[in-house]
């Protein structure tokens, strides 16, 4: 054994669910079990969501129909993960943020959304909590939990805005 040697963490990044399968319309179910498994989940999550590149992930967006999100700002250090959230207030003031999805890479457009939300969610231990959030982290819980609700993120744009990111889309994905 060698003294001062350092192992790094294994990473495990999951093959992301690509638009327009239909899994990304579906609702996911709520967690039950707060296990090892969950905890495993969130971690690969983040890993997936650090590669892909993208600021928050939710289990279905790598196939798993579960109600798990991870959320990493890029202004702080912070992991957010969030089993079963679900918006309690919002707001009535909006903001207007770009979006887009891990799923749909290279494309994105402005979607007004409530400036301020309260959660309410399990941590992975399964303890309830309650959390108020404002700007860029109110917008991608409402993102996220949309996806969990089976509503991607084009469906909040008009039809011709939303047919406009999908060609664009298409597009990409022809050239690549």
């Given amino acids: 054994m060698t003294h001062g ?5 294994e990473m495990t990044v999951l093959p992301i669910v690509p638009y327009p399968d239909p899994g990304l319309r579906s609702v996911a179910a709520p967690v039950t079990t707060f296990d090892a498994a969950l905890a495993r989940l969130a971690a690969d999550l983040l890993d997936t969501m650090r590669a892909a590149p993208g600021i928050g992930i939710t289990a279905p967006h790598v196939g798993i129909g579960l109600r ?73 819980l409402q993102h996220e939990i949309d996806q ?13 805005k939303r047919d406009r990111v999908v060609r664009r889309f298409e597009k990409l994905r022809r050239t690549n």
Wanted: hydrophobic letters at 45%; a negative charge.
């Fill in 68 to 140: 798990l999100v991870v959320i990493a700002l890029p202004a702080d250090d912070q992991i957010r993960t969030y089993a079963n959230p679900q918006v309690e207030w919002a707001g009535t003031e909006t903001v207007r943020f770009e979006e887009g999805s891990v799923s749909m890479p290279g494309v994105s457009a402005d979607i007004e959304r409530p400036a301020r939300v309260r959660i309410r969610y399990h941590d992975l231990a399964g303890a309830t909590r309650s959390e108020e959030a404002e700007g860029l982290l109110a917008v991608c």
């Fill in 148 to 160: 969990l609700d089976g509503i991607f993120w084009i469906q909040r744009l008009s039809r011709l």
């Fill in 5 to 9: 040697a350092t192992f790094a963490a």
